[in-house]
């Protein structure tokens, strides 16, 4: 991982994108690029690059430093490059570039997972994170990939394998939201000592919730509903939510995850890029990239279903053949991925840079879920 410096305070343009990659891959130049708009859009801005010779890079910007008064408008279609996510959401707020290049590093030494190398910078004042170029000429969510059966089925099958390497391979000694620095771990009888903590597994000082996933969960969920969008408040099912999460905890039904594993929340079909019309051999292996920002901003050590890829309708076959566990074996367990896919819609709706339809897709998932709650089983 590099980092350089670029320094300017002016909107960021193609100009200064090829600028960037010029300092880090001098043998490539930006052609053009494109924004994307996750659902949880909190802090930062990714672009996809296109480049010369064909490949691709992503380029994740932070707000100016020192900036306040962030663009109007993130859709300013006269200058999109100028435009920038706003403050952190409540919940699990985006983590730093720094952290998400340990988290990433962490990844890429204990996993298959396609993610690449980055480099860090700052250009006209904008923090910056750089992907290295990847063998896509065109790349599209996977969600919208135009492949065949057996393409897919090849993707799919590494993606299980690697989420599984990922939940297995990075874990962390207790639940929560990663951090810059290693805390001291407690004195608590059965738990590892300080010097036996893996050097790497950053995670936020621990309380007594962190030893519990449903503590930890119960209260993540708990300062979304606190900050709740005033536009949307009222459309909210609240008293419904908190009856049915009152019965989901004394069940415990967020209790039978014990092990601390990193999840990256948002690395769903909708994030992971494949090349749109890949060539050859059916058989062929197709390109995967997973970018370490998009994916990483709101990773959390937690219980592995709450995974963004098994957000309804859930993956295929091949998938979970490659991940080789099943994570729903009972019924509370379907419970408590409905649970999860509501904290990630109310994470989606209380990111401050949204579009009409993100909220539209948070309030209706919000709503069918809730519903759903009402019947679904704890026990």
Known sequence: MAESSVQADVPLGLEHFKEVVREHHPDRTVTSFETVRPKIRNGYTTYILSLDPPSTSFLTVSMPENTTNPPASEYDTSNPASTS??????????????????L????????????????LGTCANHRYMLTAPQPIQKPVPLS?????????????????????????????????IPAETAPVAPSLPGLLSPSSVLPNALSAA??????SWQETFTGLLEDLLQHLPPAHAAAIPLADIRACLSRAIGFYLFDDADVPALVT????PDLIYVEENPSGDAGMDVPIVIPPALALSHSVYGDPLLEGIFLP??????????????????PRQRTKRMWYTLFFALLALTAKKRDKQDEEWALKMIEETVEALKKAPSY
């Open 144 to 176: 919208c990939a135009s492949l065949d059966a057996k393409q897919r089925t090849l993707v799919d099958l590494k993606l299980g394998q690697a989420f599984a390497q990922l939940h297995q391979n990075v874990q962390n000694d207790w639940f929560g």
């Open 313 to 330: 309708p859930g993956p295929g076959e091949a998938f979970m053949e490659g991940y080789k566990e099943a994570l729903i074996v009972f």
């Open 265 to 268: 929340l948002t690395a769903s």
């Open 206 to 211: 621990p309380s007594d919730t962190a030893y």
């Open 104 to 119: 990433s590093e962490r990844i890429r030494s204990n996993t298959s997972m396609p993610v690449p190398d980055i480099a």
């Open 85 to 102: 996510d706003a403050e952190p959401a409540p919940g699990i707020p985006p983590h730093t570039f720094e952290l998400i290049a340990h």
